[in-house]
């Protein structure tokens, strides 16, 4: 297993972050195309949305796992991880234009009423804000400015906004559905891990 392990290792530290980035974006031109040719159903705006947000929390989901996966299976995925943050916020932020240009008609009074009075948007949105540092500082130069230890503690926000997605899947879909349980409950299952290292450092 562990010469499994460590090829795959090999072969992952071959692979350029450019790849991942080209790989990960593949399914926005996709999606789009299905929206223009009537492949998204009967409401393709709302599925658009939806979909974009789904592949968001997936990624900041995989983000989570990055460290787990080297501790407890070492697969060394530490590479990507600055690259799969990156695509989550593009994601989310795609989410949130389509929610704004396309769904909402760029009607921003309407937009910033339903922010206050809809418990999903208002969750949804704290969690993009969340992100927005994030994102600005996911470079090297914001590195050194910070220190690494700076830089860290700053991107720990990233369990809050992850955990807040979840919420906003949850409370987002009509009645009770496995999906965004699911979501949640690996969300949680993480968040647990990481919260029993920082107890035992």
């Known amino acids: 297993m562990t010469a499994i392990i460590d090829r795959i290792n ?3 530290r ?12 593949l399914p ?8 223009m040719t009537n492949g998204l159903g009967r409401e393709p ?5 939806h979909e974009l947000g789904e592949i968001a929390l997936q990624l900041l989901i995989v983000g989570l796992c990055v460290t787990p996966l080297r501790k407890y299976a070492g697969l060394n995925l530490m590479k990507f991880r600055r690259a799969i943050g990156v695509l989550a916020f593009t994601y989310v932020a795609l ?13 921003w009074q309407q937009m ?17 804000i969340l992100l927005l540092p994030l994102a600005s500082t996911s470079n090297n130069l914001s590195v050194r400015k910070l220190g690494a230890a700076g830089w860290r503690k700053l991107h720990k926000l990233t369990y809050v906004a992850v955990l807040l997605g979840g919420i906003h899947y949850i ?5 009770i559905q496995l999906e965004p349980i699911l979501y949640m409950a690996a969300i949680l299952g993480l968040l647990a891990m ?3 290292e920082i107890r035992k450092n």
């Open 14 to 25: 071959r692979i350029p972050t450019w790849a991942v980035y080209i790989l990960c974006l």
């Open 112 to 128: 910033w009423a339903d922010v206050w009075k809809r418990p999903y948007i208002t969750i949804g949105m704290a969690g993009f």
């Open 171 to 175: 409370w987002l879909v009509k009645g």
């Open 194 to 196: 990481r919260a029993v």
């Open 28 to 35: 926005v031109p996709w999606l789009l195309y299905l929206g």
């Open 95 to 107: 989410h949130l234009a389509v929610w704004v240009v396309l769904d909402m008609s760029l009607l």
């Open 45 to 49: 705006i709302k599925a658009l949305e």
């Open 10 to 12: 090999t072969t992952l």
